[in-house]
């Protein structure tokens, strides 16, 4: 299987266009990758969404920012391989 394939599969259908991140309590919460506007550290990270509600989160902004970038590939991905059908 090749990694476009691979890519493919880290997105559930079910939550398409979300990402996981972690409450500092450890609880996991869901999050629309397409709606963070902004995370910082402050020292704890801050993801900041569009519509202006913060969460704190237990990852690095560089966790935060590379799950958005796996998130993207896999998007990229899914379409590439629904043309090449």
């Not at 509600?53 to 379409?79: C, D, G, P």
Request: charged content about 25%; proline content about 1%.
């Amino acid at each position: 299987m090749g990694h476009l394939a691979l890519l493919s599969r880290a997105v559930d259908d079910d939550y398409l266009h979300m990402i996981t991140l972690s409450k500092l309590n450890g609880e996991r919460m869901a999050v629309n990758a397409e709606l963070i506007e902004s995370a910082e550290a402050v020292p704890d990270t801050i993801v900041r969404l569009v519509d202006g509600t913060s969460y704190v989160v237990a990852e690095s902004v560089a966790e935060v920012v590379a799950r958005v970038r796996v998130f993207r590939a896999s998007l990229l991905a899914r379409k590439r391989m629904s043309q090449a059908r």
